[in-house]
């Protein structure tokens, strides 16, 4: 720990007195240690920051914990039932630093603040403790403080409650809140897409009431998400209860207005106000009214499918190299919010997708527009995050100059769309709500606002000068008191005829008048004894105070105080209008929202040359001339061009379903990815990497490429691949798209090959999805002769002089080899090892073309007669042992059996 969180308060070097509380009754505490445990008690769950001067203190095993989190020192103060209590601190000033390495950690912190004056707690008596209180929960779904958020992703918490629809069914309602914008949104969904629902809304946190957290088909998936799970109660989760608390927390005689809600979606409502309730306490964040996402409404992605994908982060968990990275042209918080958010649902309704198009569209036509659109929202800034701080009591001065500066660009995006033609439904739904926005406050804070502003309101300075004339004259005082004590002494001096008259000032009487003793005499006179009141006599002088110079030493001595009182006053009349506007202020962020991220996907196609895709609600699915966004952005630059493919899964009744073989590293799986990744953006409402695509809406959407171990369960990789593989043929529906990539490679070779076998006939079969399947099982390419929904591609290759060479070509066709030894040379394998596959690889085809396996797959069902291939050691000779038959090691000499041995160990 630094010294700064070494600091004692004079509280903390009490001494030891009977124990204050009824927690420490057998041990002998400090009061303010009493005060201490006794806060701690009613916070067990929590970290406690407890305030003391200008540090937050931790004891016990709060200090023990923190100190290993933060790597601070541990010390000690005291002793407690005989043992040295624990102790670490952080400054208040760098608080937030410190919070936000213990929520990442997963800890709650609850925050101790003093809730009076430190002279009030002196009236009591000299040890009396100043009252302290927790003022707030800190927890990673609630925090606001912009040091610990991320400006371009939502907060969420989220809240869950469920209804049982059947003796094995339950529906589940969910109720998403991020209250550092306001944001309350509702949904429900059954049990096989709560996964997926939930991996839509990416939480931060999420409450799980006790049935549920304990709940053994469940318990398994709250221990391996990576949000932190809040288990809750019972108690106040009923529908009945829940509803009450939706209309006293709106104002609402019913919720009627706000749209029709299932008893789920209310319980899980009313969960999320009880949790911002306990969390809060006493500050209440500006929510917008719930709204509802119909089932269905927006594309199911599971958790897997989007780690798969990559959509917002990397495997590794990266932001850059995902595709939002990539996508991610928006010039305002909020927008890259909305952006993330679009991209994590996007929608299924063509008519609601239309609308996004349309506005794209306006603006990749309207160039000239989309340049002044995003030049305004340049210089606008968080508008919702600092309107939910000043509704908490948390904003500081620069919440109002943000807030300002927001309406303005508000106002000013208003008035360039006010005199745009022809705006589409979803940019002129966004003017309408910038045009009707009353912005007489911004200029009232512009005025109100000095150019400086101070984080902190406590700090002061932060009213314009000229702007109250009570604060001016307090500044005036405080600043220059010595001009006035000049004047008023210029003027006794001249009334009284003393030249020598002064004005002076000492820690004991304060300021007083001093005279010379004889001045003094007659100042103890008619007409003067009534003005000048005796103090003190001293050798060769004498001391006066006046009223009036008591009532300016008043004033100066306070200027300071009431100079803050004033200005905090101002602070907080100026919030409070604000807050009076929340719901228009609001509104007006979302569209700010809409129209940055608009703009930015226009300014994308244009800058990439993307078009706009045909959404309907068909089962089409062709592609022309598609790639992947993310892969052509990192060879773009390198200097290299991204080699466009075509795809087409289209069905009258049912999807097609594309067979895939090709060499390794032919670029099987950017073919898989790219096309999943185009129906997202398409979806979202964007424009797609293609030059022509047709999409028939997508319901869910299933990707399994690649795998790994998941040791933490006991899973192996071809475990996880097999559950992933069951979640897609248990849940894909005739409009979902399916992508595989070497389902069946973790096993044996035959078992591996006849669950290929077996799940593509189930795509076909019973699932009749649109679907790509890629495989090195060269024998499944048969099944397009059999069944007759399925096509068969490959990647093209070629060799030129020894070398492979990939052309990353998609053409229709089978292929014959898999190049992996080419591959493994490239790889760097020793030259010996890649020689010897080799010679093995000729001596299995030669085995293959003597008993072929092709045989079995024209007999269906699958393998009938087991096929085992020939042992490699009789296929071929032992090269070692031969050699090694061809040492004598009684005729040979030290040296020569040394040398022996490094020739087997080079080319052996």
């Not at 073309?849 to 079995?856: F, G, N, Q």
Request: aromatic content about 6%.
């Amino acid at each position: 720990m630094s010294s700064q969180a070494q600091y004692q308060s004079p509280e903390s070097a009490e001494p030891d007195m009977p124990a204050a509380s009824k927690s420490a009754q057998d041990s002998r505490v400090t009061p303010m240690m009493a005060q201490y445990i006794e806060i701690k008690a009613a916070n067990p769950d929590s970290l406690l920051f407890y305030r003391m001067g200008d540090f937050y203190e931790l004891f016990f095993e709060d200090a023990e914990i923190a100190s290993r989190s933060l790597g601070i020192v541990l010390t000690k103060r005291g002793k407690h039932q005989g043992q040295d209590i624990p102790m670490c601190g952080v400054p208040v000033d760098r608080a937030d630093d410190y919070l936000q390495r213990l929520i990442g950690l997963g800890h709650r912190v609850a925050v101790c603040e003093q809730t009076e004056d430190p002279a009030e707690a002196k009236k009591r008596g000299a040890k009396s403790v100043v009252r302290r209180d927790v003022v707030r929960l800190v927890t990673p779904g609630t925090i606001t403080e912009d040091r610990l958020l991320d400006p371009g992703r939502a907060n969420f918490f989220l809240a869950i409650a469920r209804r049982r629809v059947s003796d094995t069914e339950w529906c589940y309602g969910l109720a998403a809140v991020d209250i550092s914008t306001g944001h309350f949104v509702l949904s429900e969904t059954d049990g096989s897409g709560l996964a997926a629902e939930i991996a839509r809304f990416e939480p931060r946190e999420i409450l799980v009431p006790d049935v549920i957290h304990d709940d053994s088909e469940l318990s398994a998936f709250w221990r391996e998400t990576k949000a932190a799970i809040t288990p809750l109660s019972r108690e106040g989760l009923d529908p009945a209860s829940a509803e009450r608390r939706l209309k006293d927390y709106f104002g609402v005689a019913t919720l009627d207005a706000f749209g029709s809600f299932s008893r789920a979606e209310i319980t899980a409502a009313g969960s999320a106000l009880f949790y911002i309730e306990k969390t809060q306490i006493g500050s209440r964040p500006v929510l917008n009214p719930p709204s509802r996402e119909n089932v269905g409404a927006a594309l199911a992605i599971d958790a897997a499918t989007r780690a798969n994908l990559e959509l917002t982060r990397t495997l590794s968990g990266e932001r850059a190299g995902s595709l939002l990275a990539t996508i991610d042209c928006t010039v305002t918080p909020g927008g890259a919010r909305l952006l993330g958010e679009r991209l994590a649902g996007p929608l299924t309704h063509p008519d609601m997708i239309r609308d996004r198009q349309d506005a794209v569209a306006a603006l990749v036509e309207n160039a000239d527009l989309r340049e002044r659109l995003r030049r305004i929202l340049k210089r606008s800034p968080d508008l919702a995050r600092a309107l939910s701080r000043l509704g908490l009591g948390r904003g500081g001065p620069r919440d109002l100059a943000c807030v300002r500066d927001g309406l303005f660009a508000a106002r000013d995006l208003g008035l360039e769309l006010a005199i745009a033609p022809n705006l589409p439904r979803e940019l002129s739904d966004a003017a309408h709500r910038l045009q009707s926005l009353r912005t007489e406050i911004a200029d009232k804070l512009a005025a109100a606002l000095a150019d400086e502003l101070p984080l902190l309101k406590r700090d002061g300075g932060f009213v314009r000068a000229s702007y109250d004339q009570n604060l001016d004259e307090l500044r005036e005082l405080q600043q220059d008191s010595r001009r006035f004590i000049a004047a008023l002494q210029a003027r006794y001096a001249t009334e009284t005829g003393c030249r020598t008259l002064r004005v002076k000032h000492n820690h004991m009487i304060g300021y007083f008048v001093e005279v010379p003793q004889n001045v003094g005499e007659d100042l103890l006179k008619e007409p003067w004894k009534e003005t000048f009141v005796h103090r003190q006599t001293m050798a060769g002088a004498m001391r006066f105070s006046t009223v009036e110079l008591g009532e300016l030493e008043s004033k100066i001595a306070s200027a300071s105080d009431r100079a803050l009182r004033i200005e905090l006053g101002l602070f907080e009349a100026m919030a409070q209008e604000l807050v009076d506007l929340s719901a228009e202020i609001a509104s007006a962020a979302e569209a700010i929202a809409v129209v940055d991220v608009t703009a930015a996907l226009a300014e994308l196609a244009v800058r990439l040359d993307w078009t706009r895709p045909l959404i309907d609600t068909s089962l089409a699915f062709r592609i022309k001339g598609g790639r992947h966004p993310v892969v052509e952005a990192a060879l773009k630059r390198e200097g290299e061009a991204f080699i466009a493919n075509n795809s087409d899964l289209s069905g009258k009744d049912a999807g097609h379903i594309l067979l895939i073989t090709g060499p390794n590293m032919g670029g099987k799986s950017t073919y898989l990815r790219q096309n999943a990744l185009i129906v997202v953006l398409a979806q979202m409402g964007s424009f797609v990497p293609a030059k022509e695509a047709h999409i028939g809406i997508v319901d869910r959407l299933f990707s399994r490429v690649g795998a790994a171990d998941d040791l933490a369960r006991g899973r192996s990789t071809f475990m996880v691949e097999m559950v992933e593989t069951a979640a897609i043929l248990n849940q894909a529906t005739a409009r979902s798209l399916v992508i595989l990539d070497e389902i069946g490679r973790g096993t044996a070779t035959f078992d591996g090959l006849s669950i290929a076998w077996a799940a593509i006939e189930h795509l076909h079969e019973a699932n009749r999805c649109r679907a790509l399947f890629a495989t090195h099982f060269h024998e499944l390419t048969a099944l397009a002769e059999r069944l007759p929904r399925i096509a068969n591609a490959t990647l093209k290759v070629t060799e030129w002089h020894g070398e492979v060479v990939f052309l990353h070509e998609v053409v229709p066709g089978a292929a014959d080899r898999s190049y992996g030894l080419q591959v493994a040379r490239l790889a760097g394998l020793p030259l010996a090892v890649v020689d010897r596959a080799k010679t093995i690889l000729s001596e299995l085809e030669r085995s293959d073309r003597e008993s072929p396996k092709r045989a079995l797959v024209d007999d269906l069902p699958l393998f009938a007669v087991p096929v085992r291939a020939e042992p490699v050691a009789k296929a071929m000779p032992d090269l070692l042992r031969a050699a090694l038959e061809a040492i004598d090691p009684d005729q040979m000499t030290p040296r020569e059996a040394l040398d022996a041995l490094y020739r087997l160990k080079t080319h052996l």
